[in-house]
């Protein structure tokens, strides 16, 4: 009997180690509770109104609320002191000057943001949510220290859908996806991109991937401190999800746009290669 209980402890210790383990390794499930707080603007709204300030900051001095969903954490290292919300109108980049923002806001939550006496700025391209300009035009996020006062969390697990767009279609007219989840279906990486590391260094790990037609071009960036760098990118055709953004070279000023990859899962990319 002694033998049946030690036993019979032992897999329900197995049980719950394995248990945990997943809970860690898989997106947590739907749950959670939203604040009682009023949603009184949109996402777009508040891009449109940033740029019609003529580019200058835009200090938010009334009481405007807005709400969204995570698509961009700090997880694996893509997203730097900031995550990346989108509601039903559209994306925006809130800066929080904080590490492990992923704790408190992984993908998949929706956080509430009371925005009165915040920036909305336009940072060459994406249109970010921030709480101080520097001398010299910078901007820093909202201190990790009061972040709280401005930020709330409520549920989490929510699905967010990624908007299918062609790569044609990005080339074209790449701002109303700026900060938004996308698919791009029937793509592959470029001849001399595939099975290669995500991050290629000397060129700011920028990688690049084709359509089918194999005239439209797209950049694809892989930050140096993304735990999956190293990692070989697929060398099949098929589908890649990413965050739509912008990069602007502080030497020559010319805007590329491009496409910033969440995790290595979010690429299926196993079919045969179009010619």
């Known amino acids: 009997m002694k033998n049946l209980t030690i036993a019979l402890l032992t897999?329900?210790?197995l049980g719950g180690i394995s248990s945990c383990s997943k809970q860690?390794?898989?997106?947590?499930?739907?749950?959670g509770v939203d604040p009682n707080i009023k949603v009184n603007f949109s996402l777009d709204s508040l891009v449109a109104r940033c740029n019609a300030n003529n580019g200058n900051p835009l200090l938010i001095t009334q009481n405007l609320i807005?709400?969204?969903v995570v698509v961009g954490?700090?997880?694996?290292?893509?997203?730097?002191?900031g995550i990346d919300i989108e509601d039903s109108t559209g994306g925006i980049m809130l800066m929080i000057d904080a590490s492990y923002l992923y704790n408190l806001y992984p993908v998949g939550t929706r956080v509430f943001v009371q925005l009165k006496g915040l920036y909305v700025v336009n940072d060459k391209g994406v249109v970010e949510i921030v709480a101080i300009i520097n001398a010299g035009g910078t901007y820093t996020g909202i201190p990790g220290s009061v972040q709280s006062q401005y930020v709330t969390p409520g549920k989490w697990g929510i699905y967010v859908a990624p908007k299918k767009v062609t790569v044609s279609q990005l080339i074209a007219n790449p701002n109303p996806y700026m900060s938004e989840l996308v698919e791009l279906d029937n793509v592959q990486f470029t001849t001399t991109y595939i099975n290669t590391p995500y991050y290629v260094g000397a060129n700011y790990g920028n990688t690049m991937i084709r359509d089918c037609g194999g005239e439209d071009l797209y950049d694809v960036y892989t930050s140096g401190y993304t735990n999956f760098g190293n990692l070989l990118t697929p060398s099949g055709n098929g589908t890649l999800i990413g965050v739509a953004s912008v990069y602007v070279s502080a030497s020559s000023g010319?805007?590329?746009y491009e496409?910033?990859?969440?995790?290595?899962s979010d690429l299926n990319m196993t079919g045969q290669l179009c010619p």
């Open 11 to 13: 897999l329900i210790l």
């Open 73 to 81: 954490d700090d997880s694996s290292g893509t997203f730097y002191h």
């Open 24 to 31: 860690t390794l898989d997106a947590p499930p739907a749950g």
């Open 66 to 68: 807005i709400s969204g």
């Open 259 to 264: 496409l910033l990859i969440r995790d290595p």
């Open 254 to 256: 010319r805007a590329t």
